[in-house]
């Protein structure tokens, strides 16, 4: 059982790129969130997916921000053009369905822009 | 609005020396309360779910408590082992039925 697994763990890009995360949930989770994260501020929501479904993507900026879970393979959060402001820590949780149920995180990637 | 609000924002304690993190919170539908702890550069590790007032789960030194406003994260005779950030969040019964709200944490020192 291994887990979320999230990769790449840092990411150095500079104004301007694209920047791709990835994470792939635990076994048998269907259900997969994205939260950033920024010193010394708590974790917030971005956008919370099913396979093949957004279900709710209202923490997300409306541009350059992207999410997709497909079909086959890991979730992605996408991150066009990326400002300075992007730098911050991304985690990815997943958990078994709706209902109260557990969030299982991921380690996190950390994304620095130049 | 949905708030998770987590007092104090840091806290250093001696080791064995007992204390309680507070997290209030303002919530329409609460479905659950979790308490995560956070190490430097890793990810939350979940510790605790309450459901319902009155509830209170218990881990080693770790002990959750929850009323209709706020829960209590009580840490008896803590050690060193057990700095760390401690997050607070909610889960409300929104539209999608799965939107979790966490708090800014408290990070806790335990000084041996």
């Known amino acids: 059982n291994a887990g979320v697994m999230q990769n790449p763990r840092h990411l150095v890009r500079r104004r301007g790129q694209e920047a791709r995360l990835r994470c792939s949930p635990m076994k048998g989770h269907s259900h997969v969130y994205w939260y950033r994260q920024l010193p010394e501020e708590g974790l917030k929501f971005m956008v919370y997916?099913?396979?093949?479904?957004?279900?709710?993507e209202s923490g997300m900026p409306k541009e350059r921000f992207s999410a997709e879970f497909p079909k086959e393979g890991p979730s992605i959060l996408r991150i066009q053009q990326v400002v300075r402001g992007d730098s911050a820590a991304y985690f990815c949780?997943?958990?078994?369905?709706?209902?109260?149920?557990?969030?299982?995180f991921g380690a996190g990637s950390r994304l620095t822009v130049l | 609005e949905d708030q998770v609000t987590q007092s104090p924002e840091a806290l250093r304690l001696q080791e064995g020396e007992s204390s309680s993190l507070n997290c209030s919170y303002t919530v329409s539908g609460l479905r659950g309360l979790f308490w995560y702890r956070q190490d430097p550069g890793k990810g939350p590790e979940f510790l605790f779910t309450?459901?319902?007032a009155g509830e209170e789960k218990e881990k080693e030194r770790l002990k959750a408590t929850l009323t209709k406003k706020e829960s209590f994260l009580h840490i008896t005779a803590p050690k060193p082992e057990d700095s760390a950030t401690y997050l607070c969040a909610v889960q409300t019964a929104s539209h999608t039925g799965n939107q979790f709200y966490f708090g800014t944490g408290t990070s806790l020192t335990v000084i041996p």
């Open positions: 997916l099913q396979k093949e479904n957004i279900i709710d």
């Open positions: 309450l459901y319902s």
């Open positions: 949780a997943s958990s078994l369905g709706s209902g109260a149920n557990v969030l299982t």
